[in-house]
């Protein structure tokens, strides 16, 4: 669905921090959403979690950087980074172009998703939350 | 500050067509399409931005060179009518109260375009040194609207709607001309790097807007096949950040001296008296102990101020700004650091988070002089 000029696929899981979750298996693929990538605008640098570390819900996992401002990646989901994507190292602009798909961050192994995906919004109601935040 | 934001005349432009936020107390686009778009526009062809909330005054009488002689750093007696130069305006400790561009529009009559933050302070403080010169001040800033035309097609673009040459006008030149057929004020200044104009639309009241709107939508329509842009606040600091330009607040303030933030250029110690000369005569004398210098990143990590900048286990400096260059690709910033690292080519690394960020200290501009800038050789 299109709210307010922007994309939120169904499907995913949201965060209030504007991150998404999509279950794929035993992994979950995270990233930002388009509120986020469009708030940044022209993000020019992105420090990746480590492959192998541990990251809990809502700590810092990451950081995105625009020309003018520096923001933190927050983990939607806790548990092991399995791999990240490496092309966003030397192309950050991905996030700006395709944040649901070519601009994903990390997959993660879960530790604990059942109950951390009741924190999480569906795609309705973070278009309820973003529209929110635009009044 | 918790006072309501100022709007400047192209306020319902900005609105439609930028993302607005609030500076110095002025609601300004800080980009349309982009920061790196309208950068690479001024660098590449020319770009318009409305400066209107700059602070503007005239100075004026038998006494103006005088005065002005005194309470600034460089040399107003240099300055011949319809000439302009950068200065300084120091305290008693020859701390920086604010950095400038002075023209000299008649023999008597100067006009000063300060920071935008320092509206009242500047005002209030020459209005007070003033009182024993023979001389008039008067704060124009809301009746001239002022706008910045940069870049190599600058004059290109003002020339097909003005009806005087400027060509004529060099570099650091100003002159009158009609733009658009409205009576205006250009001075080929810049805080970009690049060639070009700064251009005051006189005699336009805030309250009546429509003067100032025109002569912007007519530049606009003027440098549409020089493929212009209309530019933010953000595409002007990383545009003055390549070039090695100051901005108030970040790389200078009352606690720097002109010779730390490498602006020595600008003061003239030989000029009879002024404020802050005793200081800066001591100075000089004895060497400053920190430098301004430009730091670049030799690995990935944009610096940003306030970052710490060390050489070897030492904490040596702070980043005062930093960004990412659109055209060099890396990370840039400005720092200061003790005299004796401040040597071209020295390295050192930029804390960013928890990592150190190799960088080697530069001399400005950061770009090819040969290749960007008003000197640009093609």
Known sequence: ???????????????????????????????????????????????????????????????????????????????????TNQNLVENPELLNGHPYTDGWI?????????????????????????????? | MSKTPQKTYLYK????????????????????KGIIPE?????????IFDVTHMGRMLVSGPEAEAFLNYITTNDVS???????????MCNEHGGIKDDFVLSRLEEEKFLMVYNAGNRSKDYDWVVNQSRSFDVTTKDVSDNIAMFAVQGPKAEQTLQEISSQNLGEIKR?????????????????????????????VWDTPLTSPEKAV???????????????????????????????????????????????????FVVKLQKEDFIGKNSLVKQKTEGIKKKRVGVRMLEKGVPRSRYEVWKNKDKIGVV??????????????????????????????????DRFVKGKIVKFPFYDPTKYGYQRKT
């Open chain 1, 106 to 135: 990390a997959k993660i192994q879960p530790t604990n998703l059942d109950r951390e995906l009741k924190s999480l919004m569906n795609a309705q109601e973070y278009a309820e939350y973003i529209s929110k935040l635009e009044e």
């Open chain 1, 1 to 83: 669905m299109k709210i307010g000029g922007y994309e939120i696929p169904e499907g995913l899981y949201y965060s209030k921090e504007h991150e998404w979750v999509l279950i794929k298996g035993d992994r979950v693929i995270v990233g930002i959403t388009d509120y986020a990538q469009k708030a940044l605008h022209e993000i020019v640098y992105v420090e990746l979690p480590l492959v192998g570390s541990k990251v809990k819900q809502m700590r810092t996992m990451g950081t995105v950087e625009s020309v003018k401002a520096v923001s933190e990646i927050f983990a939607p989901i806790s548990g092991k980074v399995v791999e």
């Open chain 2, 172 to 200: 650091f030149k100003c002159g009158w001309t009609e733009l658009a057929g409205a009576t205006s004020f250009v001075s080929r200044t810049g805080y970009t790097g690049e060639d070009g104009f700064e251009v005051f």
């Open chain 2, 214 to 264: 025109e002569v912007w939508n007519e530049i606009l329509k003027a440098g549409k096949e020089f493929g212009i842009e209309p530019c933010g606040l953000g595409a002007r600091d990383t545009l003055r950040l390549e070039a090695g330009m100051c901005l108030y607040g970040n790389d200078i303030d009352e606690d720097i001296t002109p010779l730390e933030a490498g602006l020595g």
């Open chain 2, 78 to 88: 240099a300055l011949t009518p319809l000439s302009a130069h950068y200065s300084t």
């Open chain 2, 320 to 353: 005062t700004s930093g960004t990412v260059s659109p055209i060099l690709e890396c990370g840039i910033a400005m720092a200061y650091v003790p005299t004796e690292h401040a040597t071209e080519g020295e390295e050192v690394a930029v804390e960013i988070r």
């Open chain 2, 13 to 32: 432009f900005h609105v439609q067509k930028g993302r607005m936020e609030v500076f110095a107390g002025f609601e300004m686009p800080m980009w349309y």
């Open chain 2, 39 to 47: 950068h690479l526009a001024v660098r590449n062809n020319v770009g």
